[in-house]
Nanobody, 115 residues
């Protein structure tokens, strides 16, 4: 079992920045995928960005050039740096960890972009 704790959400004006953090604990294996998903009201949960153990990253087209996913030195923490935020980025952001057949989700953190 893997536990994920997210932090860093909040209210920001359009054009502003936020950094989300996700700390994983428990049965963490060296080979894994960590990522951020988001779900806006009335919409399905969608992938924002992911990063695998080797460091390779993947981004949704809507956030390319604005968001950056990275891992901490301990490899059990993942960050999402969000710049040039838009109102359409408003959603609950969830951290996801996948290792082998085990998938774990965080509790979610609200990001609201509004003036």
């Amino acid at each position: 079992q893997v536990q994920l704790v997210e932090s860093g959400g909040g209210l920001v004006q359009p054009g502003g920045s936020l950094r989300l953090s996700c700390a994983a604990s428990g049965s963490i294996f060296s080979t894994n995928v960590m990522g951020w998903y988001r779900q806006a009201p009335g919409k399905e949960r969608e992938l924002v960005a992911s990063i695998i153990s080797s460091g390779s990253t993947n981004y949704a087209d809507s956030v390319k050039g604005r968001f950056t996913i990275s891992r901490g030195n301990a490899k059990n923490t993942v960050y999402l740096q969000m710049n040039s935020l838009k109102p359409e980025d408003t959603a609950v952001y969830y951290c996801k960890h996948v290792s082998g057949l085990l998938t774990s989700w965080g509790q979610g953190t609200q990001v609201t972009v509004s003036s």
